[in-house]
């Protein structure tokens, strides 16, 4: 019986170590495995027949396929800085482009004032690229880029999808129904706002894989919270997806909130959810190409140039998101006006 | 290496110094519009539209009267009918089309009245004289 310790990578959750130490104890000359999320390190009890560097690629070959490497050494960090030469100009050109999409009054182009399906459906294509996606789409990039270089897979950013959906037909019918509209106030329109612009300064940080700090501020779930969404499934979380998605009905997105009031109008569940249900299938094609763009990138070559590239539009975009939480607060006066 | 450095860094200010320009067109140049304020049964009325933001986006009125602020909308799905006035306190979801008028006592009509969408991408100010 004998005790190693090894150094594992790819670790972002305490789900993550859950997932490592049942997969390793699931062996047969294993005793017992505790991971350790703060220091990333491994320790391992059980009969070894073979030396630790074997043991450590044995080990990897079990977990890599959910993006996780175990070694004897530790990996030397990695910040590639030569990723930058290509990853500002591209991001800076991004946010031009975001800024001209928005002077160009793409709000105007709905002319009717009575809202049908289709009405609804339009709606959703431009909310996708107008305002809304400073605040929508900044977070499925920061989410998805992240998810997508921990190594989650199309399950995930597939159940936020799904969640974003089934989500707005329930919550939309639930408005129609109860002729109670689902706004929040102002304060706590404001405080979410800020939330989110925080969440995706964190992610948009932790993109750009400079500094080691942010990892500390990472939101882990708790653990005995973990434990079920870890036994539910060894692949992914299927859970926090979800829910993320449904969230999403509650974004201070201003056409969202539109079209909940309409949703409200209604006073009927069918009506109701099917209006929200179409806005939202509306909004699905730029989000899914941001989701599962980022999950395709995240395999070619170019993915630190990518991983870059999107830690700084999340950047900008929390910034934006935080400097208009605050005007809307009424603390300091706006900076932008489109 | 070096080089593309310098090309990098030459073209992301390129960028942000025209994104600067872009953005402020238009938007300190405007001396405030008074077209917009008119006397009625000695109530001072603004009208603004909302629609894709806000029209006028600076209007010069009368300090210390009784203000009556119009927002009318047509067809606005947008944030700019999620009004915003912190001053005020003040937030309402508009219709999609309509008027809506705010009462601005007269007590609070003094200086500059910022009003924005709930997502503060869109803003109008009223200043008071």
Known sequence: MKTYTFHVNGMHCKACSLLIEQILVELPNIDSASVSLATNKVNVTGDFVRTPEETAVDFTKLVQSHGYTISVEKNAHIAGWGDFAYAVPISVAIIFGFFLLQKAGFASLITSSSVSYGTAFVIGLIASVSTCLAIVGGLVLSLSASSAKEGGTWRTQSLFHVGRIGGFFILGGLVGLLGNSLHLGLTANVVLGGIVALVMLVLGVNLLDVFHFTKKLQFTLPTRFSKHVVKGSKHDHYLAPLLVGIGTFFLPCGFTQSMQLYALSTGSFMQGALTMTVFALGTLPVLALLSFGSLNIAHKPWKGTFFKTAGIIVIALALLNLANALATAGIISPLFNF | ?129
């Open chain 2, 1 to 129: 290496m070096n080089k593309s450095i310098f090309v990098s860094v030459a073209i992301s200010g390129l960028l942000i110094g025209g994104a600067f320009w872009f953005v402020s067109l238009g938007q300190n140049d405007d001396a405030g519009d008074t077209s917009v304020v008119s006397m009625i049964d000695g109530k001072q009325v603004i009208d603004i539209s909302a629609k894709g933001g806000y029209s006028p986006r600076k209007v010069i009125a009368k300090a210390g009267v009784l203000t009556i602020l119009r927002v009318k909308t047509s067809g606005t799905f947008d944030c700019s009918a999620s009004l915003v006035i912190p001053k005020l306190s003040y937030q309402k979801f508009l219709q999609p089309s309509g008027t809506e008028d705010i009462i601005i006592p007269a007590g609070k009509a003094q200086g500059t009245l910022q009003g924005l969408c709930s997502m503060g991408m869109y803003n109008f100010q009223i200043i008071f004289q």
